[in-house]
Every structure is written in C-alpha cells, then in structure tokens.
C-alpha cells in the first residue's frame, strides 16, 4: 500500500507544498504559493529599511493553497492516489521569524484592534531593526553569560528571538503588552494544523530554540531570569510564558484536526511533526550524516554538519550556532555560513556589468559565464573578499565590506565575476578548514539550493578550490523534501531519519571533481587570501602584504606563459 | 612691430602647430595633423604587444602640413598678418622617443633598404619591448654606478634611451650596426629645420638627456664607457658617436634652412630653439617658477617643479626625474608622476558602467558625474589604490595593481567612479607630501592638461583633496604654447623665459578652492589610503589593518547622519 508525506516549506516570499512517495522519495505534487501582501510578500516600511514583517494571514492562505494545490496534481498524475495514504506532515520555515500571540496563540496580526499595526505582525528573519537591542544582548552575555554567546558564534543577532522582542517591548510596548507570548513561525503552524496554539501546551522546535533564542538543556533551558531582568524585567515575567521545553522535529506535535483536515482535503488524525528551520531540514533531505558537509548554496550559504553527541564538542569559534538536535536527534547539529554568496553575484551583475555581456540579467550572466570560460586559474591576476555583506564564519563581524585587488587597465567584468566566484569559494574553504582544525572531519561534499543546481561552472571552480569533489542533492526542492521525511518519521514510516534518508535520498550523477592543476594554482590563491582575510578580519593580525600583488603577477605570468 | 612665434607640439598620435602673438600670447593659428601610418600614427606588431614604433617621414609630413595650417589661419584672421614677422621656432615632442641614423644624420627608417623594418623605426616612448633591457641596466647601474639611479627615482625604465639601443643591439644587430648613431626625437626635427642633422654637430636637449639617457655635466655627461662595456662593449663604442654636450632649450639649435623655409611658407633664418619633451615645455607655459607645481592631467599625469640649481638639492626618492636645466636655465627640473589617472576613469568606463548611466562613453561619464555630484566625501564608504598600471611616483613600481575596498551589496559604479577620482586624487597628495618632506615646498598648484579643463569634478575634488586652490592654466595648448615660448626666448625676443611667462602665461579666472568640510573629511580618508598605500607598495612597512574597513564604515555613518 503507498504512503506519503507532505513537506510544507515556509520561504521567505511563499510557501511551497512537496508530496513525496516513501517507497522511493518521488515527489508527487508540489505547487507553490506567493504571499499575497505587502512587497512579495513583505511588509515594509518606507521611513526604515531594515523593517521586514510578514502579515501571519498568508501563511493560512498559503497552507490551504499549496496542500490542496500537491493533493490535485498528486490526483492527476496518479490514478489510485487517496488523501488517506498521506501519513505524515512537516513543516519548515524561516527564522528567527518571532510572533507575537494571545493566550489562545492567536496571532496580535490576525486581531481587528492590530489590522496594520508593524509591530504587531510577524517578525521575519531579514527584519533588523533591533541592531542596537543585538548589540546590548551581546554586551550583556559577553559581561554575564559568555557561554550563551560560545553556542552562537560570539555575537547575539539583530535577526534573533530576544533581539526582537526587546526591540517591541522598546519601541511598540502597546504590542508587547498585548502579547501573552511570543511563537516561532516553525512552531505555530504545526500547532494550528494540530489544535495545540495555547503557547502552554505547543510543541517548540529545538533548533528554532537552541539556535536563537539562547535555549540549551545543560544551563536549564531558556535564558535565567537574571540576565533577561538585566535587560529588561519584563522579559524575566515573559520566560514564564515561553516554554521549558523544546524538542527535535522528528517528535509530533500531534494531529491534524478534523476542522483542517476539512481545509486541507485530508482526513483528520494525520500526525505532524514538531517544526523546524528551511536549512536544518534540507541539509537532512540532502543525506546529511556525520562526515558530510551540507552546503546550501543560494543569496547567501549555510554549511551545516552534524557530529555525535555521545562523545564532547569543543567550542568552534566562528560557527553561527551548535545545538544538540536541531539537525538529526542525538546530534549537535552545526551551523556556518557566508552573509552573500548569490547576492554579490547579483549586485554585480546589477551594478557593474556592460550590455556588450547582454540585455537582461540573465543574458549577462550567460555572457559572463561565456568569457570565465577562456579563463584559467590565476590568469586575471585578481582577488577578492567575498564581504560584500559582512563576515559570517568564521569572523562573524558584519562590520566588514568587499574588496578588489589586481586590477590593471585592461581587467575586464568577467575577470571580475570569476574573481567574485573564486572568493566565495575561498571562504567556503576557510569554513571547512575551521571545521577539520577542532576535529570536525569533512568527508564528503553536498550541495543544494539554487546556485548547486544552475551554476556548473561555479560548481567547478568550488570543486577545484576546495580539492574535494562537489555532489549534489537530486531533489531541486531539499527543505520541502526535509519537512516530507520528517513528517514521515514522526509518524513512524520509518525508524529513523537515517533509514528515511536511505529510501529518499539522493546526490545526481553529474559529481564535479577536482582538476588537480586547477587545484594547485588555487592552493597558492589561497595563501594569498587568507593572508588578506587575516590582515582585514582580524585584530590580532600583524604582518606584511607588500608581496600580495607581485605573486599575483607572477602566478599570471607562469599560467599564461 | 607685431612679432610671432611659432610652436610645433609632436604628441603621441598628431603634430600640432600653435602661432603665437609674442605681444599678449595670443593664439592666432593652429593646426593638427594625424600621423597617416600604422594605428593612429603607431606602428604595430601582432605578436608583440610591447611594439610601439613610427615612421620618421611622418613627422616631415606633419611638419609642412600644421605649419602651413596655422600659418594660413593666421592670415586668414589677420589681414596685417607675414610670415617674416614669426621671429621664432620651438620643437617639442614625446620621448624617450630615439632613432637609428646614419651618419649624415638621416633615419633609417627613411632608407628603401630599411623600409618595413619595424627595428628601424622610431622607438616611441610606449614601446615597452625593451622591459629585460631596463631591468639589466637598472641591476647593473644598482651595483657599479648607484648615483646614476639616484637621479631618476631608482630605476631605469623601459620606455628610455639605453634600454631601447641596447634591446636593438641584442634583437636587431643588423639594425644596430647600420646605425651610426641615434638621435631622440626632440633634438632631430629641430636639426631637420636648421641643416644640422648631422650627429657630430647636432643640438642636443639636456632635457632628453638628463631624464632618459643618464647624462649629468656631474659625472662627465653620458655614462662611462666602463659602465657601458659592462653592458654591452658596442655601447661603449657608441658613446663616442653621440654627443659629449647637452644644452637647455632656449639656446637655438640653428636657422631656418632655405630649403625648409621654402617647404613651410617661412622665410630662412628664423632662430628654431633646442627640442625639448613635452611636458617639460609645457610647464613653462603653465607658468613654472619656484614653488609653482605643474601638473599636467591626462591618461597619466606628470608631476614637475623647479629649484633653483645654486642651492643644493637632496635625492628625493621616487621622484622620476631630477635634471638641471631640463625645464628653466639654472634650475633642477624635478619631475614626478602617476602612471595612470584618466585611464583608470576610461578603463571603468570601458569595462565596468551599464547602459543605465548612458550609451556612449561620453554619455557615461556625464550619467556618472551626475550621480557623482549627489555624494559626499566618505558616503560611499569606498578606498581605492590608484595602482592599476603600477605606481611611478613615489613608489616606482610597476610592478603594482590597482585596489578597491568598502563595496557592500548596494555599491554602485557612481561611487566607485568617485572612489577611483579620490584615489587619483590621494596619489597626488602623497607626490606633494613626499616634495615637502624634502624641503620643496608647493605655494601653489597649476593644472593643465584635458582633464583640468574638462572635469570640472574631478578638480574640486583635488582641491578638497589637497587642502589647497587648485588653479589651471588659460592655454589648451600649454605644450605648443611653450615650445613658442622656447623659440621666441631663442631667438631673444624675450631676455629670459621668466620674462616670457610674464607677457604670455595666464590661468583662468575659474579657480577650484578647497571645501574646509570635505577636506577635513579626505585627511581622515588619506590617513586609510597612505595605509593601504604603505601596506602593500613597502616591503619594509608592517602593521595592522584590521581597522580599515570599519573606520570607513563609521565615517561614512557620519557623514551621512
């Protein structure tokens, strides 16, 4: 008898549906759903940049659409296919993407008394408004509790949970008074479809927990009471009505009701998962296990590994977050990543490249492409930092920009583009070379997300830089796909995560392999980098770079002699 | 009795001819003629990009054609006008522009037997084939005769004498033992004019000598024989067929011969003035004297001022040139420069800025100003290093490449056009700087040169740059005008050039004077630039720079708070 799961993915401007086939992973259905406010999506506000809110309505709209939109083109393409053999749902989102809630955990947004209040809707990630609240929460760990900040890379985020809800108790505190709690988007749609919105009694997710909000099982959970009266008494009063404890996603949060079964086309009692991040599911659906480098290739990266928790992790310094469950149960699940990886490319194209590369952006892109192409390593003469948008791992400063070096008068924009190229990959290695100098081995390369899946010629240049070969996860859809299994594993279709991902997943034929050649000029490049990433990122550097342009020249001259 | 003098101005692709009314340097004629042969007058080899040759009968032709072209306008402006009236005739050209001869004084390239000998030709000053040549002399001048390289900022170029003879001794020997001497571009066309081309009797500029030739009265005028052997001993045998006395160019190299009188529309004897180089004689005109910097901006700039010669004068490292009497009778000519600054703003244009900004070029740069002009200094948040075709002064490194750092994910080319200006701008702070630490102190700056005259912009933000007024001289034609000058001081029309420059120099009445706020705002940015300047152009500067890039983040939240 078949079975399947659906995947609900949570993005940033929609939410897409997966139906997925647990004989053998085929994906069934699939439609997606563009958040019909604001800007794509977005609510905005034109006197400040750094607001980004979500108006929590869509996502209801979203859930209807999208499930019903899998389950009709699941029931085209397949003649026998029943709602009854859908036996699991998982959920994945953005986040931190905090929102503010009633006792019932009613969103303040969907509320009349809250039509088109900001503050009173849903925090996205992107949102940074609260710079300065990260900044005190920072300052404040670093002098109370500096183990705080040793699970989350140093530095508190103006993205993250309390952040956040410091800003609203700040700046909208009518909002905050209102707010009976406070929900993560991961952990809110699970409990609507389950009927479990009391804050009380809703199933939180571990990784939403563990990688924003300061959450860790070994200091009791949530951040104490005295360092949150630190920053504000009114958080202190808030910890007591969060949550105490939070759970891996394979856990249910229950089952769907019958009211949205109803909505949905799906009958009552089916079991869904405990929420969790978009990246933490994919890196799951991408076959993450120990030794296996996830690596989420989109605007910006995330590079998330999983290692026994059985056995004692040091502190890595420069990861954005290590917490136990939050990929795999029984796992610290690790997170690194680069603030800009797509968006420099974008804003490159965007900014700085002629119409005699082509029209649109896509044809410029092609025309680049087309001139990197003739290039070979170490020909232009060029090197970049890839810190267009800060630093995240392993410097973790976002009070980093971009640099260029190498330029002659005939330096042309597809020497540049390949240059830009060339440095993400570069500061993809610095990840893997921090990861292996704590004992984090890297053994194996997976690739998914956007640019893995479009951009050989970038799947080359990291394969050669890194000297590794570079897979890549079958599925074009791996969050979407991650929620499917996990709402498969909650609802015991398979033991466990790995014997899901043994039936579901899988990398594509085409595997980029390391050019040895290409490797060894990289290797020099490298050298030439990371002396520039040293004396730019880090205050302790001291040294000298009068060499740095010259062997660039001399690495020129002896690959096109 | 009106009085003119005429000026001929021999540029990289064009001969320009200026007759010049010697009572109030009104310009009444003028006429460019193109050089007909090769690409724009420069002779090419497609397997060599370093070639950069010109036909000899191309500067005859230029001769006859922009002299009668200014004299015909001028009779056609000036009912009253006669040839008899012009009392004198200067000659400046490019260089180190040399030519093989034969005895009597004639090119090569001019004999049916070397005719499409591209080794035959005139070496132009760009011909950078002789690069191994210059890096022999410069080790071998480094070792035996030190003092040598002290007055030509350490090393010897490929763009200069020696280096050219020596590589045609090396790569043409027939070429070579036809020669029976070589003769620089500045010192032949006045020959030409006055039946001296004969290399024995020849007119020789001191200018040309001093700065591309190692000549100094100090050391006995040519390098020495031993020294030469050591390069080459058909050097030392050339010596003796070159010249043991060099002169400055208001001594007259000869009369106007019948003959060429007759080709010109002339009459014979007119006074023709010792050649010169360009820039050399075009700083008279901008009104050179004690204290007055002449900069002449244009795809590169050059960076000259003057001391008088009776006081002594310290080496001062990274100047390009130090030579008395090769710009004023009885002063040092120090020269200096940047060996890129309106090609580094063509090569951005020409590479790097869409269509947005315009179609043409010219359209680019106005769309680029015109954003330009909507920024303040330290908003972009953007550093240069103004090094994409090396660094002549004061790091004299060729060996260098540009540098761009600050670019976030919103960077735009306006402000990177901006950012490459001030860079530009930075060096030439550092060549004024570098000046007064060795006591020659810069009262005032005098800009010539198209980009003085066309970029209003880019003057003001030199002024604010500089801290100082940033004044630019009335002639378009500073060279032609001051070969005029030349011809007319030779032919004693004036007692002394400083007496000329009284009658006939001018700058205009729009005078660029420094902002006090912008330019409190560069000395913040010169500070980061001299850093970065430091960092990678010394081999013996070390340190730390970890702060650069967030010092420009903080300036640039300031400026824009």
Redesign the interface.
């Known amino acids: 008898m078949k079975r399947y799961a659906l995947g609900l993915d949570y993005g940033t401007n929609s939410v897409r549906s997966l139906l997925v086939d647990l004989a053998d992973g085929t994906e069934v259905g699939s439609m997606v759903f563009n958040y019909p406010s604001g800007e794509m999506g977005i609510l905005l506000d034109e006197k400040d940049p750094h607001v980004a809110r979500q108006n929590p309505q869509d996502y209801l709209d979203g859930l209807v659409a999208a499930t019903r939109g899998a389950l009709a083109q699941a029931a085209e393409k397949l003649p026998d296919f029943d709602p009854s053999q859908v036996v699991g749902i998982g959920v994945d989102t953005t986040g931190s993407t905090p929102i503010p809630v009633d006792h019932r955990g009613t969103p303040l947004g969907l509320k009349p008394e809250f039509r088109g209040v900001l503050a009173a809707q849903v925090w996205l990630w992107k949102d940074h408004t609260a710079h300065a609240e990260a900044a005190e929460i920072t300052a404040r760990a670093s002098e109370m509790r500096p183990h705080y900040l040793a699970k989350c890379g140093g530095t508190y985020s103006s993205e993250w949970f309390w952040s956040k809800i410091l800003r609203i108790r700040r700046t909208a505190p009518e909002v905050f008074a209102a707010a009976h709690s406070f929900v993560e988007h991961c952990d809110w749609i699970p409990a609507v479809l389950t009927g479990t919105t009391d804050p009380a009694v809703m199933s939180r997710s571990i990784c939403a927990a563990g990688h924003k909000a300061f959450f860790n099982i070994e200091w009791g959970g949530l951040p104490d009471a005295e360092f949150l009266s630190a920053l504000d008494p009114a958080l202190a009063e808030l910890r007591d009505r969060l949550y105490v404890d939070a759970r891996t996603a394979d856990r249910p949060a229950g089952t769907l009701t019958a009211e949205w079964g109803a909505l949905l086309g799906l009958p009552e009692g089916i079991v869904v998962a405990t929420g969790a991040f978009d990246v933490h599911m994919g890196a799951v659906a991408a076959g993450i296990s120990e030794g296996t480098l996830v690596k989420v290739l989109g605007t910006s990266t995330c590079d998330v590994m999983v290692v026994d928790a059985s056995r004692p992790l040091p502190d890595i310094p420069g990861l954005c977050g290590v917490v136990h469950g939050s990929i795999l149960p029984g796992y610290y699940g690790l997170e690194a990543g680069q603030s ?1 990886v797509g ?2 490319f ?2 490159f194209v965007n ?5 005699s590369y082509g029209h649109t952006m896509a044809e410029k892109f092609v025309g680049l492409e087309a001139e990197m192409a003739t290039l070979r390593p170490g020909q232009s ?1 060029l090197l970049a ?1 890839d ?3 800060g630093n995240r791992s392993i410097l973790v400063d976002v ?15 597809g020497e ?1 583009y390949r240059a830009l190229i060339e440095a993400t990959a570069f500061g993809a290695l610095t990840i893997i070379k921090r990861l292996e100098e704590y004992g984090v081995h890297v053994n194996e390369v997976v690739n998914t997300g956007g640019l893995a899946i479009k951009n050989a010629a970038l799947m080359q240049i990291y394969a050669d830089v890194l000297g590794r070969p570079m897979k890549v996860a079958q599925s074009e859809q791996t969050c979407a796909l991650g929620a499917a299994m996990f709402g498969a594993v909650a609802a015991g279709a398979f033991t466990s995560l790995p014997e899901a991902q043994r039936v579901i997943c899988r990398t594509r034929d085409v595997v980029y392999h390391p050019n040895a050649e290409a490797h060894a000029v990289y290797a020099e490049l490298y050298t030439l980098y990371r002396t520039l990433h040293d ?5 302790t ?10 062997n ?2 001399v690495l020129r001259e002896r690959v096109t002699a």
Do not use: C, Y
């Not at 550097?541 to 010259?550: D, N, Y």
């Open positions: 800009a968006d420099i974008l804003w900014h700085l490249v002629p119409e003469g930092l810190w267009n948008n009070r980093l920009t971009g640099l260029l070096l190498g330029q002659t008068l005939h330096t042309t924009a540049m004396a730019f990122g880090s205050a550097w001291s040294g000298q770079l009068a060499s740095v342009m010259k660039l020249l």
